[in-house]
């Protein structure tokens, strides 16, 4: 019966390991990293692979051509791929990027065992010239270099010579035969000039002397003539600015280089094509049951920005050509300001019709007026209201003369001299007074104004008064009634309301004094780490003394903001203001990050920042900004303390609009229960062993001051995401103040 069980459990640890089994892809690239299109190839990969239902390792590798070739080297690099994932972690499929790639791959392809290889941006004819045996697919490419000749040609059809441009390496070398091919092809072409494998400094001199009648077609090159090497994107760049002509290519990376544009296949499709296939043979699925399309699509893309430049008629691109850069149209962006136009004209033409039928019913009302006047007169009299009327047409002077006093609230039997009301209001509401009352008759809208009334025995009596301009803002009509008793009580009301929120503050903060041990452990534990980083540099032969004086600034700085922590939260026991100042939240952010880096480098955190660019400034407490800041990001380092060290990622993301800035911090943790959803800004919550928590409520109260909020919720894949959203240069704040 013992032994049973054994193997039951035996079973189930199996079944176990195998389910939570990662499988690896290798990834092997023709060129260098930097190149471009490797990058977008791989970000889509991964991508895609993110979405397999088992986890998925992507190891990648460079053949770094044309910097590196030859035997040797290849030998070299095959043992160093057999030693490296042969034995230890063979993949489950190989992904070879380019044609340099797919031929050493099959040179070499007992290396790593029977695995299926998938290629991806190699050529389509190629491909039909050297067909790959079984266990190699993939969609192939078609760099339609004549199709975009074709292209500028139909742009610019009063070309009279193009100007091919490539390099000096074996990749160089095989796209101008290509070119050179495609060219033979075309019907009604101009003049080709072939500009190869020229130093740099000669193929912009050439195109420096180009002009109108000329058009530039180029790959880019991977060597020129002095031997030296660049990435194809990088010159296109360079001779996009210099050349004197438009100049186009195949490749979707020099869109926004300055080149024009041409037939180009998307390598983020690429990518996503490759990153399907890999999922479906990890799945099982055999390689002859994979449906594969012909090629990768090469629609044209075309930056706006040069079209503009070169004043190439919009009639002549294509239709379904893809438009990078391309302003609204005049609709698009205007929609909003055309509607309201429209919707306050067809308003006034009803307000234009209504006069019409008021004028015609006004006359009705003249005997009804008369009778409203004296029930009017009689409700403000049981109302305990005064009706007044101030002259204004008597005086116009903007500085009021002493006269004979008035009360302004009694009623009389002739109009009162307005600068003998004026005379006697209280002097500190005099001027308000004034301005209101004559910026009311100068819009012909209604005066509405509270005042204090000095009376003849020099009490002061508080005056609510409201009233009408005439016709021709000769008079002001109205009433008005005596508020004193409801003021004082006003005014008690608000002294009463700020001794209670003093005495609830100094509650509030007598209940969160363990805050304080809370906020300095942050700086405290930075100048540890940091201290701790210093120590094991010292151990260096020799010492990195860059390194040290930077850590060593770091540590005055977490120290300087301990200090400044404390005064901060001394401050709060008196009545005073959060300071505010004009911010840039980004650069805010990146300074965050800098005086925590010393702090990620030791929990082996890392943090990725999707900054927005060009957001809006805010107006904010710059301090306690930071604390938010700083409070979220070690917050989700907590969070993904039990993760392994590679996939500790952290991202730090801000977006804004018009209205608001967010900044959200998404960490890879295991994410808060659902039960505790309404309890994480909650003060003394918490789910970290030793955690005050107090931490978060502290967050929320900063970001509420600045009239913004603070919310979370959880990742699909896993972790959670805080949103600090906070208004845009917000005028209304509400500071802290006691």
């Known amino acids: 019966m013992h032994l049973v069980w054994l193997l039951a459990a035996c079973c189930l640890m199996a079944s176990s390991a195998s389910a939570a089994r990662v499988r690896d892809v290798l990834m092997v690239f023709s060129n260098d990293r930097l190149v471009p299109a490797n990058a977008e190839v791989l970000r889509s990969l991964r991508d895609t692979l993110a979405t397999s239902s088992e986890p998925v390792e992507v190891f990648e590798e460079f053949l770094d051509q044309p910097a590196f070739s030859g035997a040797a080297f290849e030998n070299t690099f095959a043992a160093y791929l057999r030693d490296k994932y042969g034995v230890a972690r063979p993949p489950g499929a190989i992904v070879v990027a380019g044609r340099p790639a797919l031929e050493f791959v099959l040179r070499h392809r007992g290396l790593l065992g029977d695995v299926p290889i998938v290629h991806l941006a190699v050529d389509k004819a190629y491909l039909e010239a050297h067909p790959t045996p079984p266990g190699v697919t993939g969609v192939p490419i078609v760099y339609d270099f004549a199709g975009t000749i074709e292209l500028a040609l139909r742009l610019h059809p009063r070309t009279r010579r193009v ?35 020229l130093p740099t400094a000669a193929v912009l001199a050439r195109l420096r002397e180009l002009g109108d009648g000329d058009v530039v077609f180029t790959t880019g090159y991977f060597g020129d003539g002095t031997g030296r090497v660049f990435v194809p994107r990088d010159t296109a760049a360079v001779m996009a600015a210099e050349s004197g002509a438009p100049l186009y290519g195949p490749f979707a990376t020099f869109i926004g280089t300055g080149a024009v544009g041409g037939r180009m296949g998307s390598y983020v499709d690429i990518g996503r094509l490759a990153g399907q296939t890999v999922k479906e043979l990890l799945a099982g699925t055999p390689l002859a049951a994979l449906k594969m399309p012909a090629s990768v699509p090469s629609p044209v893309q075309l930056d706006w ?184 009580a006003e005014l008690q009301a ?28 942050q700086p405290l534990a930075a100048v540890i780490g940091n201290a701790e980083v210093a120590r094991k540099l010292l151990d260096r032969e020799p010492p990195d003394l860059g390194e040290l004086r930077h850590i060593y600034d770091d540590i005055v700085a977490e120290n300087l903001r301990a200090a400044d922590v404390i005064r901060r939260l001394g401050g709060l026991y008196r009545r005073g203001e959060i300071q505010l100042t004009s911010l840039d939240v980004n650069a805010l952010m990146l300074e965050t990050l800098d005086l925590v880096r010393g702090e990620l480098v030791t929990r082996q955190v890392t943090a990725v920042t999707e900054l927005a660019p060009e957001l809006p400034g805010i107006r904010a407490g710059r301090v306690e900004l930071q604390q938010v800041f700083l409070n979220l990001i070690l917050n989700g380092a907590d969070a993904m303390s039990e993760l392994e060290a590679s996939e500790r990622r952290l991202v730090i993301r801000t977006n804004g609009d018009a209205t608001s800035v967010s900044v959200c911090v998404v960490d890879r943790g295991v994410g808060i229960a659902a039960e505790d959803m309404k309890s994480v800004f909650k003060p003394f919550w918490t789910t970290k062993a030793g955690g005050t928590g107090v931490g978060l409520a502290i967050c929320q109260s900063i970001v509420v001051a600045h009239r913004g909020s603070l919310s979370v919720e959880n990742n699909p894949s896993g972790g959670a995401t805080f949103c600090a959203r906070l208004p845009v240069n917000e005028m209304g704040f509400e500071p802290f103040s006691g």
């Not at 100007?163 to 070119?179: H, K, L």
């Open 494 to 521: 608000q002294r009463d309301r700020a001794a209670l929120a003093n005495m609830n503050r100094v509650s509030t903060l007598g209940q969160l004094s363990a805050s304080i041990a809370h906020q300095l452990n």
């Open 163 to 197: 100007v091919v441009v490539t390099g000096s390496s074996a990749s160089d070398r095989s796209f101008e035969a290509q070119v050179r091919s495609g060219v033979t092809r075309l019907r009604g072409m101009p003049p080709v000039e072939y500009v190869t494998a």
């Open 305 to 488: 920005r040069q079209v503009r430049r070169w004043g190439i008629a919009e009639s002549a691109i294509p239709e379904g050509a893809i438009a990078h850069f391309r302003g609204p149209t005049f609709w698009e962006a205007y929609r909003s300001q055309v509607l309201v136009i429209a919707a306050v004209i067809v308003l006034q033409g009803l307000l234009i019709a209504a006069l019409l039928v008021e004028r015609r019913l006004r006359r009705r009302t003249v005997s009804a007026l008369a009778q409203s006047e004296k029930r009017m007169s009689l409700a403000a009299r049981a109302a305990g209201l005064s009706v007044w009327v101030w002259e204004l047409a008597r005086d116009r002077r903007t500085k009021p003369v002493p006269q004979k006093r008035h009360s302004g609230g009694a009623q009389k039997d002739t109009p009162a001299a307005f600068s003998d009301v004026v005379d006697t209001v209280h002097p500190a509401d005099r001027e308000g007074f004034d301005r209101a009352v004559r910026q009311a008759v100068a819009r012909g809208g209604e005066v509405d104004i509270e005042y204090r009334r000095v009376e003849r025995d020099g009490q002061v009596h508080w005056i609510a008064a409201r009233g009408q301009s005439t016709r021709w803002g000769e008079h002001v009509i109205g009433v008005a009634i005596d508020i004193t008793t409801r003021k004082l």
